[in-house]
């Protein structure tokens, strides 16, 4: 697979691959996992994202934003006051979709569903985590606040989705 000019290597990519990888049947060729991956990257934001479109990633953090209004008022109000960005977390989610956020096993289940129902099911995600999260993230600092949403831990997987 030859490596794109346009694409900058970046993290997410690679958490993304690792997935990948990780779900391949033991003796699989390496090269298949990075051209799941080659053909994922032309669906959805993912392009636009990597690229840097600053009015396509705007479009998308405005629409959070707009749904973390009406989905959580408090958690955006106290985010407002702390100076916490959308974009300081979206980003990051978007491009892994949420490979940096979850267990694989967890995590499988979000990629089913994001396959099936396309980009809308990353918003829907987006807001369960700041929904489970929402008593935590109305009391905490920014630096408490951006760890959480990077890297939520010890979410149940039985909870997550009943919120979803």
């Known amino acids: 697979m030859a490596l794109r000019s346009d694409l900058p290597a970046v993290r997410d990519l690679l958490l993304m691959s ?3 990888y990780d779900v391949m049947p033991k003796g699989t060729s390496a090269n298949l996992p990075l051209n799941g991956l080659a053909n ?15 009015t396509e990633i705007e479009l998308r953090i405005s629409l959070f934003e707009h749904l973390l209004d009406k989905n959580a008022k408090s958690v955006r109000a106290h985010f407002q ?15 892994s979709v949420f490979a940096n956020c979850f267990s694989n096993e967890f ?16 918003f829907k995600v ?3 985590i700041i ?32 919120i979803l």
């Open 18 to 20: 690792e997935v990948f």
């Open 40 to 54: 994922l990257i032309h669906m959805h934001h993912f392009l636009s994202f990597y690229r840097g479109e600053k």
């Open 81 to 95: 006051g702390l100076r916490l960005e959308t974009r300081m977390y979206l980003v990051s989610w978007f491009l």
């Open 107 to 122: 995590l499988f289940r979000i990629w089913d569903n994001f396959l099936l129902e396309g980009e809308l099911y990353l």
């Open 126 to 128: 987006g807001i369960t």
């Open 131 to 162: 929904k489970y999260y929402e008593i935590e993230l109305k009391m905490c600092t920014f630096h408490e606040g951006l760890k959480l949403l990077r890297f939520p831990k010890n979410t149940s997987s039985v909870l997550f989705f009943e």
